[in-house]
């Protein structure tokens, strides 16, 4: 069974962050959805180590600086909850190199809004963007539909039932 802890990386250059559309696997929570990088912990990582190894894997880059930002608790039906732990990096080394789960692109953080991205990923994307002090938030789904979200405790979107 998959671990439930998670990382998820916004890699930063130019105004740009790295995102990864995800096209290429069937059974996939984030189909067609445009995410950061990251993934399932393996068993004994520390957050650190699986931001290293997902970031690695999946782009071809080694993370030099980064920033432990938040952690978001998701919550969906039909789906075990994930605790992500989520970063941005802003230096790195390496080569980009082609992705398995989809198609990486550097996009404008200012352009961010015309992607297909999960409701509270735009909630979370918009603290990094103010550079908000570290945050604790939970969203919760119903299929695609974001149906609560909170922020540090505190109600953001009351629960949306039916």
């Known amino acids: 069974m998959k671990s439930p802890l998670t990382t998820l990386c916004y ?7 790295l995102m990864l559309h995800r096209v290429s696997k069937e059974n996939d929570v984030n189909k067609d959805k445009w995410i950061g990088v990251g993934g399932h912990f393996e068993d004994g990582e520390s957050p650190e180590e699986c931001l290293l190894r997902e970031a690695k894997e999946e782009t071809g880059l080694t993370l030099k600086s980064w920033r432990f930002r938040g952690i978001v608790t998701f919550v969906a039906e039909g789906w075990p909850t994930e605790y992500m732990c989520l970063y941005t990096a802003d230096a790195f080394e390496g080569e980009l190199k082609d992705c398995d789960e989809g198609t990486l692109e550097w996009v404008l953080k200012t352009d961010l809004s015309r992607l297909n991205l999960w409701e509270g990923d735009k909630l979370f994307l918009r603290l990094l963007s103010e550079d908000a002090p570290f945050f604790s938030m939970k969203l919760k789904y119903r299929g695609d ?18």
């Open 145 to 162: 539909n974001l149906v609560y979200a909170s922020l540090d405790g505190k109600e953001l979107m009351p629960e949306r039932t039916g």
């Open 11 to 17: 890699i930063e250059k130019d105004g740009k962050y």
